[in-house]
């Protein structure tokens, strides 16, 4: 089945420590996306790429690195400097970024702090 | 004034009515408009989306744009408790071509 697979799904972090958050689509599209969503809020753009090695900074960027070596694959890592962590995290794709086009949702993963 | 902006509700209807939910938006310049259902605890879900002033009907939901008033809104007729979720509208940025999200509608359907 085609989709956009965010693993794992519960995540805790240590005082000082990075984590990454996996995100693998095999829908076959160029952008994808990662959000974070905090209780009663509404979604807000970390980072994104239109394209294999290359990505830009959302609205929230800071205590957040991402990579994209592959077009299926989006890692984000939560750095120490995020002081904020705790969200829930999506990863989204589309056919092309910044086109109009409906961007489509993973599962998402839940970061909390230990 | 926030870009994209819902009344969080809770917006409670009884079974079998129409469910009306609104969204404004402040970007003059944007062109796509999109409507997520997100369960309790679960991903935002695309239901809808519409791009020409009017309405666009899919089943038993409508979405409805005008972009002189800056408005657009979903129906959902014969309201079901599973309907019961969080109701997100999302507009594209006609300057950044970003996703804009509003902070969701709360819709209780009550049997």
């Known amino acids: 089945d085609g989709g956009i697979t965010q693993s794992p799904k519960y995540l805790f972090r240590k005082e000082g420590q990075n984590v990454t958050l996996s995100c693998e689509q095999n829908?076959?599209?160029?952008?994808m996306y990662w959000y974070r969503q905090d209780p009663g809020q509404g979604l807000r753009l970390i980072y994104y790429?239109?394209?294999?090695?290359?990505?830009q900074k959302g609205d929230i960027a800071e205590g957040y690195s991402v990579s994209r070596e592959k077009k299926e694959s989006f890692p984000l890592t939560v750095t120490s400097a995020q002081k904020n962590p705790t969200a829930f995290y999506l990863c989204a794709s589309s056919d092309r970024a910044l086109a109009g086009q409906p961007q489509h949702f993973g599962d998402g993963t839940r970061l909390s702090i230990l | 004034q926030k870009e994209v902006e819902q009344n969080s509700g809770p917006l409670s209807v009884p079974e079998g009515a129409i469910a009306s939910l609104n969204c404004t938006y402040s970007?003059?310049?944007?062109?796509?408009f999109f409507w997520y259902r997100q369960y309790s605890g679960k991903s935002p879900e695309l239901i809808m989306f519409i791009y020409s002033n009017g309405d666009k009907e899919d089943g038993r939901f409508t979405a409805q744009l005008n972009k002189a008033s800056q408005y657009v809104s979903l129906l959902i007729r014969d309201s079901q408790p599973s309907d019961s979720a969080t109701y997100l509208c999302a507009v594209i940025s006609g300057n950044t071509g970003k996703l804009i999200f509003g902070q969701g509608t709360t819709l209780q359907v009550k049997p």
């Open positions: 970007d003059r310049g944007s062109q796509s």
């Open positions: 790429s239109q394209i294999v090695n290359d990505f």
């Open positions: 829908l076959n599209h160029d952008a």
